[in-house]
């Protein structure tokens, strides 16, 4: 026959789980990390921003090579162009990133 081990009473997990949520609850704040986003949220932008512009160039310049019939200078001057608008877009993120950093939770709006 199957015999009924019985483990420990619900009430002490119950206990351990409300103290679990309690500690979830509290707002914590990592070096660098803005409230309700994760610290590679940032990192992950910077790098969209990058290859946003750089694809964005390349896919003008590449369409305008068509068109115009100027393969490939067009194609390189929108990889040129989309390069560094990405770079530019990154670092105006990084420095917005930078600023909120700075100023804290308690100053941003």
Do not use: C, Y
Not at 72 to 84: D, K
């Amino acid at each position: 026959m199957a015999r009924k081990e019985s483990g420990p009473p619900f009430d002490e997990f119950d206990a351990r789980l409300e103290r679990m949520k309690g500690r979830a609850d509290a707002p914590q704040r990592k070096h660098g990390a803005i409230e309700g986003r994760t610290p590679w949220g940032g990192g992950i932008q910077v790098g969209i921003e990058l290859v946003a512009g750089v694809a964005g160039g390349v896919l003008f310049g590449w369409a305008l090579d068509s068109w115009l019939g100027t393969a490939p200078w067009l194609l390189i001057v929108g990889f040129v162009l989309g390069a560094a608008a990405g770079t530019l877009n990154a670092w105006r993120w990084m420095q917005r990133f930078e600023q909120r950093t700075r100023e804290g939770p308690d100053r941003r709006q």
